[in-house]
């Protein structure tokens, strides 16, 4: 099986936040961000999320739109992408709303951390990333949304794993600073190519791009 399609799916600020500049959880995107964010959720198979994301909102986001619903159940798929919680301590709090909502949750991990906590149906030694993707793909899911937060994002980005950055542009200026990568981080020179540019009412715009994989190197000629 091939890894998976890594898509992250993220609304931001027009100054590139994820959320507001004393943290929290940030509450961004309107009704036509909700939609695309549904949208997304509606094509994977599985959707990554960071702990401290889950732990900061309680809960994931649910695909809710009947049409989107109907047309999975038609293609024999579960009415909600599988949840991926992304955890090194793997302490999740139980009591999160998370636990109430009708999913499956798989838990990555490091391996040995001790029993499975309860809510999940299974975990995934989390080693290398693309170990995990890997070891997704083989599960059969061969979609992934990843919702952040940045911590995990700039991880996958900085490894060159993420395939297709769908952002939502909010219309506010947030300041602070929760960027949507880690300020830290450092990256290799990359590309990438806008897919899809759809405003979504609301002054809000979506913008789709997709990795532009590194050109073969062109053989040098001998002098
Ligand atoms: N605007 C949006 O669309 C959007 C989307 C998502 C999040 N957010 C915002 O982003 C913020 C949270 O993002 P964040 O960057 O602080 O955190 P995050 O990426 O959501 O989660 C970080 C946590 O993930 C786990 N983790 C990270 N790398 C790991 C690895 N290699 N192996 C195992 N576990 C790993 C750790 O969990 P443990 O602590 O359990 O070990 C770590 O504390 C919140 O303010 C949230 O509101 C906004």
Known sequence: M?????????AVSLDGRLAPADGGAAQLGGRGDRRALEEALAWADGCL?????????GSTCLI?????LAERRRQGRSDQPLALAVSRAGDLDPALPFFQQPLRR???????????PSGFERELPLQTWPQVLA???AAGLQRLVLLGGAEVAGQLLQ???????????????L???????PAALRLEPNRWVLEEQRPLGGDELL????????PAPVPVPPL
């Open 2 to 10: 091939p890894a998976p399609e890594l898509r992250l799916v993220l």
């Open 49 to 57: 999320i960071g702990a401290r994301t889950l732990r900061l909102h």
């Open 64 to 68: 809710h739109g009947q049409d989107l």
């Open 106 to 116: 798989w838990l990555l991990r490091p391996a040995g951390l001790g029993p499975l």
């Open 135 to 137: 070891a997704l793909g």
């Open 159 to 173: 490894q060159r794993l993420v395939d297709a950055l769908q952002l939502t542009l909010c219309p506010q200026l």
């Open 175 to 181: 300041g602070g600073g929760h960027a949507w990568l």
């Open 207 to 214: 913008l789709r791009y997709r990795r532009l994989r590194a």
